[in-house]
């Protein structure tokens, strides 16, 4: 049981290109995933100093690959680009504004494979501790 409970993560360095500004833009970014939080995958982006954490299902990415996903805040769309081959586009809203951010399919694809070695698709609940949640819940 306690073997469940270590975090073990996977951080994959990753180029984003911000698309929606007036001239491209390639940000350094990451994707994280963390066995304590199955369901999910950080994209950080690194503005200078700051970091900038977006929380998305893992699913969702993962669908994103295929098709256009996803509603409110989060997208992901695939997207055929000429010069880059196969790209999947992120767009993430927020009050102040929208960012449209393209990342290579491959990136994707290697990242996710690397988060289904830890934890497989269908088996996120076997690692959560419900209990830990509740009392950081309760704490707060």
């Given at each position: 049981l306690e073997?469940?409970?270590?975090?073990?993560?996977?951080?994959?360095?990753?180029?984003?290109?911000?698309?929606?500004?007036?001239?491209p833009v390639v940000v350094p970014a990451a994707l994280e995933y963390r066995t304590t939080d199955p369901y999910a995958v950080s994209v950080v982006i690194?503005?200078?100093?700051?970091?900038?954490?977006?929380?998305?299902?893992?699913?969702?990415?993962?669908e994103g690959l295929v098709h256009e996903v996803g509603d409110?805040?989060?997208?992901?769309?695939?997207?055929?680009?000429?010069?880059?081959?196969?790209v999947v586009?992120?767009?993430?809203?927020?009050?102040?504004?929208?960012?449209?951010?393209?990342?290579?399919?491959?990136?994707?694809l290697d990242f996710l494979a690397h988060s289904y070695a830890l934890v497989a698709p269908g088996s996120e609940s076997r690692h959560l501790d419900l209990d830990r949640e509740l009392m950081e819940l309760l704490a707060a």
């Open positions: 073997a469940l409970m270590e975090t073990v993560a996977v951080r994959t360095e990753i180029e984003l290109t911000l698309v929606s500004a007036e001239i690194s503005a200078g100093e700051v970091e900038i954490r977006w929380l998305l299902a893992r699913d969702l990415l993962d409110g805040d989060v997208q992901i769309v695939p997207v055929m680009d000429g010069f880059e081959g196969q586009q992120i767009r993430l809203e927020s009050p102040g504004g929208i960012a449209v951010l393209e990342v290579s399919t491959d990136a994707v």
